[in-house]
């Protein structure tokens, strides 16, 4: 294959956030130029002031790189001409028909899954701590514990009791966070610790989409999504079902960990996953003497989201409030400062990384007549 047509099939997991298609199935992605490792790209948006265009510029700009035969990319933005975006709606209709979420969480909902192919690098204890720094903003935010093996953030975030469900969908326990709340779904609730132990493969698979699908995630602004280290397959699953997934890898500075998140990273990009950044855990511990200890070695984090072209979103030092914290379901942010590291990723990834759905909008105003006309469509047929 050409490296034009290669950086266009990679460019095909770039989505309009908005619309949650593929920039290229929707006719965004004009003319491809690729020599000398440099490629040049064509977009176009359906409107100049776009303010979604940075997100759509970084992911372009993300999914050329990642490849390993371009080493820059010029992108020429431009806007479709009225023809072109009355295909795009059309084509957009199409998709909206052929994917109707069978979900309760529209495509615009951002989705984190936090990964890390490893295991005790600290993913759940960031689960649970970003979830309380994203409510405590005032947001209500899903959390998945899809980590059957290893569940944790019933302990972690101190949400317990049985789940019930109400017209055949799992109702997701809640705790009020400031003016926002969690809602907490847990693999570990289908099965006492003994019997989940021998959940094997399709059956994890089958619960995963179960507790997408069968579970009533109204109104949420995130859901963030704890998975046990190294499956790919419940990856694959959530990829499917929520096509916005994006994944935090999470590494401490050794060159272990950080060769293990690459690979996960590695595993999702080619599973057409977005990567959308890189949180270093254990970087560290600065002591009362106000001596830094870099206890597993340093850098890990930085090298780690240079090679994925990706931001390193946040280093958090070895701070053992977070066990402890965790251990009595009262998440170490609860007792942080406004700026302190985990309010500081939560923020970032509010302005940056995922924006909440509704703050802005290039595309929202055609979602409504796109929304209208399936229902109407459904109707008719
Ligand atoms: N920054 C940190 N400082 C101190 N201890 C931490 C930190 N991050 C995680 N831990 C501890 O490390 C252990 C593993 O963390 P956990 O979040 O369960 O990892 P994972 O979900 O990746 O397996 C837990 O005991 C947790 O309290
Ligand atoms: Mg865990």
């Known amino acids: 294959m050409q490296a034009a047509d290669r950086l266009r099939e990679r460019l095909s997991q770039v989505l309009d956030p908005e619309l949650g298609a593929s920039i290229v199935e929707l006719g965004m992605v004009g003319e491809i130029e690729v020599s000398d490792r440099r490629a040049v790209v064509h977009v176009s948006l359906t409107t100049v002031g776009c303010p979604l265009r940075s997100q759509i510029e970084r992911d372009v700009k993300e999914a050329a790189l ?25 084509r957009a209709r199409t998709f909206a028909q052929a994917n109707a979420p069978s979900t309760s969480i529209p495509t615009q909902t951002p989705v984190l899954m936090i990964a890390s192919g490893k295991g005790g690098v600290g993913k759940s204890s960031i689960t649970a701590n970003l979830a309380v720094a994203l409510a405590a903003s005032g947001r209500c935010v899903g959390v998945l514990d899809a980590d059957i093996w290893g569940f944790s953030l019933s302990r972690l975030l101190g949400i317990h009791g049985d789940v019930t469900a109400i017209d055949g969908k799992m109702q997701p326990l809640e705790r009020s966070v400031g003016a926002g709340a969690i809602k907490l779904l847990s693999m570990g609730l289908l099965a006492d610790e003994d019997q989940a132990l021998m959940w094997r493969g399709l059956m994890v ?25 190294g499956t790919g397959d419940i990856a694959m699953t959530l990829a499917r079902l929520l096509p916005q997934m994006g994944q935090l890898v999470v590494t401490t500075p050794t060159v272990a960990a950080q060769r293990v998140a690459a690979r996960a990273a590695d595993f999702a990009r080619k599973s057409n996953i977005r990567v959308l950044g890189v949180i270093e855990n254990m970087s560290g511990f600065t002591c009362t003497c106000g001596e830094r200890h870099n206890v597993f070695g340093e850098g890990g984090g930085r090298s780690l989201s240079e090679e994925l072209h990706v931001p390193l979103l946040a280093e958090i030092e070895l701070n053992a409030a977070i066990g402890e914290g965790g251990d009595h379901g009262e998440p170490v942010v609860l007792a942080e400062s406004d700026d302190g590291v985990f309010h ?14 509704g703050a802005v909008g290039c595309s929202a105003r055609m979602l409504d007549s796109i929304a209208k006309a399936v229902a109407s469509s459904a109707q008719t047929s």
């Open 66 to 90: 990642s490849l390993d035969d371009i080493d820059t990319i010029d992108l020429v933005m431009g806007v479709l001409d009225a023809e072109a975006k009355a295909a795009l709606m059309k």
């Open 205 to 229: 698979q089958k619960a995963v989409a179960q507790f997408i699908e069968d579970a009533d995630w109204s109104g949420i602004d995130y859901l963030l999504i704890d998975t046990p280290p």
């Open 344 to 357: 500081q990723l939560a923020q970032r990834i509010v302005d940056d990384v995922a924006p909440p759905f």
